[in-house]
Nanobody, 120 residues
Framework: QVQLVESGGGLVQAGDSLRLSCATS????????MGWFRQAPGKEREFVTA????????YYADSVKGRFTISRDNAKKTVYLQMDNLKVEDTAAYYC?????????????WGQGTQVTVSS
């Protein structure tokens, strides 16, 4: 089974950019679809974006379209989330996830999360 480790979170100001990384391990990583989710305090975890290791297919939540970009580096077995023009409402714990079905899920392997805080 694949393992996931996120990094890159931090405290930024509104309008700033931040890039999150999700390093994967395991020989079967390319069989998974990779997603990013986030959870703000007091709210449910929500889908952000997803990507395939083997095609150019991506999928974004409406709330981040045009501001966030997901990408991957197959050689490094790492998925990235580039977040531009960050807003206060983007503040959340961000989680990397892996699933075997399709871009929309379900996802059943999770990282430990990395905190993103956007100040006004």
């Amino acid at each position: 089974q694949v393992q996931l480790v996120e990094s890159g979170g931090g405290l930024v100001q509104a309008g700033d950019s931040l890039r999150l990384s999700c390093a994967t391990s395991g020989r079967t990583f390319s069989r998974y679809f990779m997603g990013w989710f986030r959870q703000a305090p007091g709210k449910e975890r929500e889908f952000v974006t997803a990507i395939s290791w083997t095609t150019d297919s991506t999928y974004y939540a409406d709330s981040v379209k045009g501001r966030f970009t997901i990408s991957r580096d197959n050689a490094k077995k790492t998925v990235y989330l580039q977040m531009d023009n960050l807003k206060v409402e983007d503040t959340a714990a961000y989680y990397c996830a892996a699933g075997r079905v399709n871009l929309k899920g379900p996802y059943n392997v999770w990282g430990q999360g990395t905190q993103v805080t956007v100040s006004s």
